[in-house]
């Protein structure tokens, strides 16, 4: 497990040639599917801007490896849009305000999103529905099965 304020920062590093491609700036969620998109990096050429997750052999405490430039096209039509989680506000689906995003933890392994932690508690994953420019938007606990409550 690693949080996202964790791996800002980090230097990404080819593994054929040790070759630093730049340093993550920020990381996209896929909301859909509940886990981390893409890497996107500041200091990288132009063709180096995006890196796949597809393509990240390891993330660790000191840096990113990625399999090699192949992985990195900023022009991949399957990245979701970017849209910064850390410091959003977050919002059910009915509009009530949760606090903001603090950090997220995410499995550096496969990079599924684990949980959000925001300003007034933790949010798992699975209540993840969307992230845009305004909020990260979460589904509340479900009430149950009907009849549950007396």
Request: glycine share 10%; proline share 5%; net charge negative.
């Amino acid at each position: 497990m690693m949080m996202f304020s964790q791996a800002l920062g980090l230097p990404v590093i080819t593994a054929v040639d040790a070759e630093q491609l730049g340093r993550v700036e920020s990381l996209t969620i896929d909301a859909r599917n509940g886990r981390v998109a893409c890497l996107r990096l500041s200091g990288a050429p132009k063709h180096a801007t995006t890196i796949a997750w597809n393509a990240i052999e390891a993330v660790g405490r000191d840096a990113v490896i990625v399999r090699s430039r192949t992985g990195t096209d900023p022009g991949q039509s399957d990245v979701p849009a970017h849209h910064e989680a850390l410091g959003h506000r977050v919002l059910t689906e009915h509009g009530t305000a949760l606090g903001t995003v603090k950090d997220i933890a995410f499995d550096n392994t496969t990079g599924h999103i684990l949980t959000l932690y925001t300003a007034l508690g933790d949010v798992p994953a699975d209540h993840l529905l969307g992230l845009g420019s305004y909020a990260v938007v979460v589904r509340v606990e479900p009430a149950g099965p009907p009849g549950a409550r007396e």
